[in-house]
């Protein structure tokens, strides 16, 4: 009899055993589900009760998972506590076959009252020892049944990007990412609430105790999962960078920051690139919300500005280091010597000049005429005649020389003193001034009165001219130094000039007031305008804040006050450079906490090539947002790395005919395993980012986090 195909492969077995008409083998897990099933049906009175452990064991086995879902290497309640389990599992076994033995037997049958022994005539009855029997027994099916169930967790295989990527594809987090703004939010008000009773508290101690708990942590909005995302204000020490560009939300993000740093009393320096009004209206905002004093520095404003004021010669060297650079070194080097030894001019002789250490001092005092009139004053004081010279002339040309004795004596009056003349001479006394005096004359003269000077006034001059006299040229270091002068004199001649006129100034920004007075203070130059100095402006204003921190280094260290300043760089493209990220760690120790708030990477790309890798490389929490740039999603996604997960491939199987119509999967039994590296957060992913979504990175702290996606919360502002 001809086979007939088609019904052979309309009921033929599903994996029929090639060569041998021998049923196929069951799998060592159909024979253990087998068992286990027998069991239950079995033992049914107690497997109902077993049920009860089972259920609360999954429920808190899913409120775990929950509360760790963004974790991929967590082990769940039910993974962690399996071996817990077996072992109950054991006792609970031996402890119902004890009790069935030797204690209560009756109460063991007496479970089968409703089926089947409800069939016989039998004496069992419903009594205590029923309910022991079933608890007993409850607790041992249960037992067994989360055993199995952690049995089969442990074996299940499945890779970290496919439990990832069922989340991602799940109604929840859909729903989640569709109302991102209502879930950022989600914590505010309970936050909030919490900073609202503790200001509210009469105990001044205790308000200050739980102000200072409060003060450690900030809610920047609610993650990609559901859960509050917290990050403790300390890791901003380490420092942050925010990388995002135009409609990213990150003015948002900086507000919260602010907005966290003006609760609780923490001084706020922000410095912006751009001169943006947003920017700055929304840092007014937060000041005003929570009643922060606020203060303005910007270029059309009435604040001036002494960058000079505070730090000694060195610190206020490397302030100005911008104004001083140039292609050469020797120039360069040439042009710091002068500022230091400038300043150390300035101190010694505003004690007794109507000058103080400013800008337009240090300009006038680049002037080496102004300098030598300078040293001039102080020797008058000891030799009033210093300017007075005897000269010898012919008696019958007196009157003529009397007249012209001023313009000789401006002409080179000190070496008409050396001539002899052998004819009839007499000797008459000239006055020479100081402002037409030829500046080598003048310096030879003063060289010569040296010994009128004090230490400290000698030391400075020989700085200045008597150590570069091998050079030919006692001024040296002003005619090697012109960079430094014309950019000191282009930047006080500028509509900007009236910013560092600080004489009888009502408003000075000094920022160790700022710092004390715990100030919210924006900084800002129109970056189309005045592009060339926000870069000095900026190392000023850090160099400010370092020279506050080495005030608290200076202090033994048990009357250190560690002060946290909050320092946000918006912008920093516009001034950053090598020295100015040398600067921003200085600071770290003692308080700064500083938070880089760049556009794109490239445009520090454009500052210098290994720029970038230095700043991210001084950074260590990362708040990446939408970005356009292929080569910055990779770059990001290099920076957060790689973990370690399994590749995990199925046989695909397909039966000729109808016989497994019904299957849901054609994956077979058989597949393989092997591990491989995948990105922390897929470059796709920071590719989809949004408006108001963050992928938060975080190596400040010693926990190693996985990079999530943050929704970010409003910050409280009035109106």
Known sequence: MQENNFFNGLFQSKNPSKGTNLPPQRT?????????????VLLYPFSFAGVIPLLVVQIIDKKDKAAHIYDMDYESFLKRGSSLVFSLAFLFSILNLLSFILWIPRGYFSAYLFFPLNLLHTSLQFNWETIVAL???????????????????????????????????????????????????????????????????????????????????????????GLP????????????????????????????????????????????????????????????????????????????????????????????????????????????????????????????????????FIQEYFLPRNVLKLFADRILEKNPKLFEFEIEVKADNNKKKKEDKNEEADEGIISDVMENDEKSLEVETIQVSPNTLQLKDFYYLLKDNMFYMSEKE???????????????????????????????????????????????ATDELDIKEVVNQNEIL???????????????????????????????????????????????????????????????????GAGMHAVFAPQTMADIDKINIHLKNQLVGNVNTFFIGKTNAPNEIEFWGNVMGTYTDIDVTDVVTQEAGFSDVSKLSWEGDKGTKRQVDRFKINPNRLRDLRQGEFVVYRTAMNVREIPRVVYIRKPKVKG
């Not at 897990?29 to 239950?40: R, T």
């Not at 879930?183 to 503790?198: N, V």
């Open 28 to 40: 060592k897990y159909q024979q253990l589900l087998f068992a286990f099933c027998f069991v239950g």
């Open 135 to 225: 608890l007993l027994g409850g607790c041992g099916m249960g037992s067994i049944f989360v055993s199995f169930a952690a049995f089969i967790a442990k074996r299940k295989v499945i890779s970290k990007e496919e439990r990832q990527q069922e989340i991602l594809n799940s109604k929840e987090y859909k729903v989640r990412l569709k109302n991102k703004y209502e879930e950022s939010q989600k914590y505010t008000e309970d936050y909030q609430q919490e900073y609202a009773l503790a200001i509210v508290m009469k105990d001044v101690a205790l308000r200050n105790k739980r102000l200072e708990e409060l003060a450690k942590v900030l809610l920047l909005g609610t993650d990609e999962y």
């Open 229 to 360: 995302y917290i990050l403790e204000f300390r890791e901003l020490n380490q420092h942050a960078i925010i990388p995002a560009t135009t409609g990213s939300g990150k003015t948002t993000l900086i507000q919260v920051l602010i907005e966290h740093a003006a609760k609780f009393s923490i001084p706020v320096i922000v410095i912006d690139g751009k001169g943006a009004l947003d920017t700055l209206e929304a840092v007014k905002e937060i000041a005003e919300a929570y009643n922060r004093p606020f203060r303005a520095f910007v270029d059309h404003g009435d604040m001036r500005y002494n960058p000079v004021k505070n730090g000694n010669d060195v610190a206020v060297r490397d302030k100005l280091i911008g104004l001083a650079e140039t292609e050469s070194v020797y120039y360069s080097t040439a042009a710091k010597s002068l500022l230091m030894v400038t300043i150390q001019l300035l101190d010694e002789f505003k004690k007794t000049h109507p000058i103080e250490r400013s800008l337009p």
């Open 458 to 504: 000698q030391d400075i001059f020989t700085r200045l001219f008597v150590r570069y006299e091998h050079k030919k040229d006692p001024f040296y270091l002003y005619t090697t130094s012109e960079n430094l002068q014309n950019n000191i004199n282009m930047l006080l001649d500028s509509e900007l000039g009236e910013l560092f006129q600080t004489m009888g």
């Open 522 to 588: 924006y900084i800002s130059l129109d970056g189309l305008l005045y592009s060339e100095y926000i870069t000095v402006l900026a190392q000023m204003i850090v160099g400010d804040i370092n020279f506050f921190c080495s005030e608290v280094y200076k202090k033994a260290k048990d009357q250190q006050e560690i002060k946290d300043v909050l320092v946000i760089f918006d912008e920093p493209s516009s001034y950053l450079n090598d020295d100015f990220i040398s600067f921003v760690n200085k600071g770290r």
